[in-house]
Structures are given as structure tokens and as C-alpha cells.
T-cell receptor
Framework: RKEVEQDPGPFNVPEGATVAFNCTYS??????FFWYRQDCRKEPKLLMS???SGNEDGRFTAQLNRASQYISLLIRDSKLSDSATYLC????????????FGAGTRLFVKA | SQTIHQWPATLVQPVGSPLSLECTVE??????LYWYRQAAGRGLQLLFY??????ISSEVPQNLSASRPQDRQFILSSKKLLLSDSGFYLC????????????FGSGTRLTVV
């Protein structure tokens, strides 16, 4: 089993749709969790951290389920500009030295 | 504000040639520094990290090496490139507390021919 697994997609959705991505991780001792966004041939950029209580930033909502060892990202009212690859990131310690990146989920939002 | 610079953006090198990629961070001190590689369609692989000048930890055995000659400078090198070294190389930094996750440089796309 991979340490961090994501559905590679691609997800093809129309503008305005709601789309959800899931990510599972194998290390139950993982400390912190993030979603990153990576545009084609660009560097990843932090989208949001994922907290146990869940967190929301505009159209984006992230959830963490420690018992089932997965995190999720929900995007509401999809925009064309949301088209990108979304990376699930799991940090296994407090120093950032045991960080595992998922391979990413590709999202295409169509007009 | 903090910025991270990485160069060059694109590089095409023949097999067996040397490599030197440089990364510098501005606007912070004592950062943790990282080199990652991303192969096409795959996740990021941590190559090296550093918590201070002269301190380098290697995660993956290979023909690459890293150095940190100054607090905010991180260099990735190779004496002889292999075809398998092709990929997207990313430098990143975090603060000591790892509060805000990684900030990546713009990356170097290396093609070994």
C-alpha cells in the first residue's frame, strides 16, 4: 500500500459543479496535512492546511478523518481557473522531514 | 516577505555532464531547505534536506549531492548525469516550526539527453 494514495483522475466537471477529492494515508502517526495545487509545469503552491475540526476557505473545504486515515477536499461552484492538479500532503513528523506527497488528482473544469 | 529563487528554469544536459542547480531564500533566517524531484506524472520525491549550514541529509541514494554553503543557499550537484536524472527539480523552504508548510521555488526542468 502506498503511503499516500489519491485518485489520479482526471476529473472532468462543468463550471459550477461541486467536486470532491479523497486521499488516504497509511501512517497513523502522521502529524499534519495539507492540500497543494500545482498548475501544469509549475511549482506546487499551498492551497490549505487540513485541521481535525475541518476548515473552509471560500469555495474550498478540507476535512480530516483520523480514524479512517483520509483527508478530503471539496470544491464548490467550480471555476475554469480551478483546473489544476491537487496534491495531498501528509507530514509524518513535526520537522517536515517525513513528508509524503501524493501523486495528485487532475481536475479539468469545462465551460 | 520571504522569497525563494531557483535557477535555471530549464536545462538540457548530455549524459555524463556535471550539474549545478542553485536556490536562495530571502527574507528569513535559519530556514529548513529541501530539494525535491518530480518525475512526469508522479509525486514529489524528497532528495535532500538541510537544517543548517553544512548540514545535509540524504533521503535517496543516487549520484546527486547537495551542499549548503550559506544559511540561505542550497545547491544540488552531480558529477555525471544519468538519463534517469531527468525531471522537475524543486527547491523548497520551511520555517523551523513548519507552521506554514513548504514554499517552493519555480523549479528547474532538467532533460538529460
Amino acid at each position: 500500500r502506498k503511503e499516500v494514495e489519491q485518485d489520479p483522475g482526471p476529473f472532468n466537471v462543468p463550471e459550477g459543479a461541486t467536486v470532491a477529492f479523497n486521499c488516504t494515508y497509511s501512517n497513523s502517526a502522521s502529524q499534519s496535512f495539507f492540500w497543494y495545487r500545482q498548475d501544469c509545469r509549475k511549482e506546487p503552491k499551498l492551497l490549505m492546511s487540513v485541521y481535525s475540526s475541518g476548515n473552509e476557505d471560500g469555495r474550498f473545504t478540507a476535512q480530516l478523518n483520523r480514524a479512517s486515515q483520509y483527508i478530503s477536499l471539496l470544491i464548490r461552484d467550480s471555476k475554469l481557473s480551478d483546473s489544476a492538479t491537487y496534491l495531498c500532503v501528509v507530514n509524518g513528523d513535526t520537522g517536515g522531514f517525513k513528508t509524503i506527497f501524493g501523486a495528485g488528482t487532475r481536475l479539468f473544469v469545462k465551460a | 516577505s520571504q522569497t525563494i529563487h531557483q535557477w535555471p528554469a530549464t536545462l538540457v544536459q548530455p549524459v555524463g555532464s556535471p550539474l549545478s542547480l542553485e536556490c536562495t531564500v530571502e527574507g528569513t533566517s535559519n530556514p529548513n531547505l529541501y530539494w525535491y524531484r518530480q518525475a512526469a506524472g508522479r509525486g514529489l520525491q524528497l532528495l535532500f534536506y538541510s537544517v543548517g549550514i553544512g548540514q545535509i541529509s540524504s533521503e535517496v541514494p543516487q549520484n546527486l549531492s547537495a551542499s549548503r554553503p550559506q544559511d540561505r543557499q542550497f545547491i544540488l550537484s552531480s558529477k555525471k548525469l544519468l538519463l534517469s536524472d531527468s525531471g522537475f527539480y524543486l527547491c523548497a523552504w520551511t520555517d523551523r516550526g513548519w507552521l506554514y508548510g513548504y514554499t517552493f521555488g519555480s523549479g528547474t526542468r532538467l532533460t538529460v539527453v
